[in-house]
Nanobody, 121 residues
Framework: QVQLVESGGGLVQPGGSLRLSCAAS????????MGWYRQAPGKERELVAR???????DYADSVKGRVTISRDYVNNTLYLQMNSLKPEDTAVYYC???????????????WGQGTQVTVSS
């Protein structure tokens, strides 16, 4: 069993900052790409940022220059540093990871339960 647990969401004023964390635990043999997605009310879930095991990161155009994704490979933890937050960043933020639970298995997508980020004055 694999679990992804997000933390760090909350209410912040426009222009403020938040740091989201996502801790992966359980039966983890290997992890490939990890990423953050978000879903605002009435909208589809969208990619915010993605970081592969090797290679360059990807960011949504709407967050480039304001957001930094990073990961701790030893502790299987993913982070999202968000600065200069705007009201349109308000959404539930979800952590995603591609994980193989044993050497026999292919990578599967796992999702966290989500953490609410609200940007409002």
């Amino acid at each position: 069993q694999v679990q992804l647990v997000e933390s760090g969401g909350g209410l912040v004023q426009p222009g403020g900052s938040l740091r989201l964390s996502c801790a992966a635990s359980g039966s983890i043999f290997s992890m490939s790409a990890m990423g953050w997605y978000r879903q605002a009310p009435g909208k589809e879930r969208e990619l915010v940022a993605r970081i592969p095991r090797r290679g360059s990161t990807d960011y949504a155009d709407s967050v480039k220059g304001r957001v930094t994704i990073s990961r701790d490979y030893v502790n299987n933890t993913l982070y999202l540093q968000m600065n200069s937050l705007k009201p349109e960043d308000t959404a539930v933020y979800y952590c995603n990871a591609q994980i193989a639970s044993s050497w026999r298995e292919t990578f599967r997508d796992y999702w966290g339960q989500g953490t609410q980020v609200t940007v409002s004055s």
